[in-house]
Structures are given as structure tokens and as C-alpha cells.
């Protein structure tokens, strides 16, 4: 089974720093996602990267791709009190998720 | 934009009962799968369904587990007696037939969950 391991787990940050969530897999895939997911809500697609060295930006988040290194990164720019939430990795066909990594930006 | 129904949103139910979770999917997605989350834990894969037969199942996909296509929108998940242990977040998702379509829409669309408590 392919593991998918996110780092770290807990995260809590002051709004407008910046900071970087891994998320490492253990066999070549060809696919990675990020999710992100609010208390008690369903999971919300954030990026699909499909190539190595792909590069994926939406406003304060963007996504990266090394299939080589099995690593993917979510890089989070001068953070806001919104971004709060889980985010979630997840690789290959079957979507395994990494453990996620709880966000908490404080004002 | 299409969405991923499921239904009910909360599920009580006693422990050696059965209960049946329902999704509707996109209407032209052609996969569908269930995950399960428990509290404060990580998504896990359960099943993939694709052309009225199962596709893959992990470990956690045991014979208390079923899934059926009993027509041509809805996809349901059956746990045949509840253990204390299912409590948990049942998410429905869909997908197109592989590289269809947008390019970028290569991934999933999640359904709102299902929380069910088993007591």
C-alpha cells in the first residue's frame, strides 16, 4: 500500500508569515492532490498536479511536484485568518491521503 | 456547478444494525468511490466502483461492507451490522472516465459526508 506521510501535522501560524506543508509517498505515482478541508465539512480540490515539476498557484497557495523526490509541497504566502483549515494530500488512482496537516493562522 | 449528494448528513444507529449510506453522483461521472474518515483522523480509501462491478477495495472494505448501483443515479453503501469501531465520516465522490474532458479536472468531486455514530 502506498503511504503518504504530511509534515507537520499541526501548524499554527501569525497571519503574514510564510510557511511550506510536505507531503512525502512512498512508490512512484503519476498524480497528486491537495485538499482542503474545514471542521466538519466535506473536502474541497485545491490543486491537481499530473507532471514532474509542476507548479500550481491560486492567491496564497501554491503547489509543486517532484515525482523524483516523491515530494510535494503546498507553500502558503503571507497567511490569513481564512486559510485555517486541514489540508490534505492525497496520491495515485485511489486517492491516498496523507495524514493531513491542521492550519491554524492567528491574527 | 454538479455536485455529489449524499444522503442522510447524520446517521444514529445501534451496534448490529444495518445501514444503508446513499450517494448521488455527477450525472455523467462514470467512478465512484467511498472513503471514510474518523474523528480527527486521515481520509481512507474504502472502494472503487466503475461499470456495475467493484474495481479495487482495501482492507477496511471487509464482507460487512457492500456497494451497489441500484439504478442509474444513485450508489449506495451498505454496512451489513454496525460495530462501535464504523463511527465515522462516510464521503461519497465521483469521477470522469480518466483524461476526458478538461485536463484539470482530473480529480475528484467529494460529497458532503455522512457522519454516522454507531451506539
Known amino acids: 500500500e502506498l503511504k503518504v506521510e504530511q509534515n507537520p501535522l499541526f501548524l499554527s501560524m501569525q497571519e503574514g508569515k510564510n510557511y511550506t506543508i510536505y507531503c512525502n509517498y512512498s512508490?512512484?505515482?503519476?498524480?497528486l492532490y491537495w485538499y482542503r478541508q474545514d471542521p466538519g465539512k466535506s473536502l474541497e480540490s485545491l490543486f491537481v498536479?499530473?507532471?514532474?515539476?509542476a507548479v500550481k498557484q491560486e492567491g496564497r497557495l501554491m503547489a509543486s511536484l517532484d515525482t523524483k523526490a516523491r515530494l510535494s509541497t503546498l507553500h502558503i504566502t503571507a497567511a490569513v485568518h481564512d486559510l485555517s483549515a486541514t489540508y490534505f494530500c492525497?496520491?495515485?488512482?485511489?486517492?491516498?491521503f496523507g495524514t493531513g496537516t491542521s492550519l491554524t493562522v492567528i491574527p | 456547478e454538479p455536485e455529489v449528494t449524499q444522503t442522510p448528513s447524520h446517521q444514529v444507529t445501534q451496534m448490529g444494525q444495518e445501514v444503508i449510506l446513499r450517494c448521488v453522483p455527477i450525472?455523467?461521472?462514470?467512478?465512484f468511490y467511498w472513503y471514510r474518515q474518523i474523528l480527527g483522523q486521515k481520509v481512507e480509501f474504502l472502494v472503487s466502483?466503475?461499470?456495475?462491478?467493484?474495481?479495487?477495495k482495501s482492507e477496511i472494505f471487509d464482507d460487512q461492507f457492500s456497494v451497489e448501483r441500484p439504478d442509474g443515479s444513485n450508489f449506495t453503501l451498505k454496512i451489513r451490522s454496525t460495530k462501535l469501531e464504523d463511527s465515522a465520516m462516510y464521503f461519497c465522490?465521483?469521477?470522469?472516465?480518466?483524461?476526458?474532458?478538461?485536463?484539470?479536472?482530473?480529480?475528484?468531486?467529494f460529497g458532503s459526508g455522512t457522519r454516522l455514530t454507531v451506539v
Open positions: 465522490a465521483s469521477s470522469e472516465l480518466e483524461f476526458a474532458g478538461d485536463p484539470s479536472n482530473y480529480g475528484y468531486t
Open positions: 512508490t512512484t505515482s503519476d498524480r
Open positions: 498536479l499530473l507532471s514532474n515539476g
Open positions: 492525497a496520491v495515485g488512482v485511489q486517492f491516498y
Open positions: 450525472s455523467n461521472h462514470l467512478y
Open positions: 466502483f466503475y461499470n456495475n462491478e467493484i474495481s479495487e
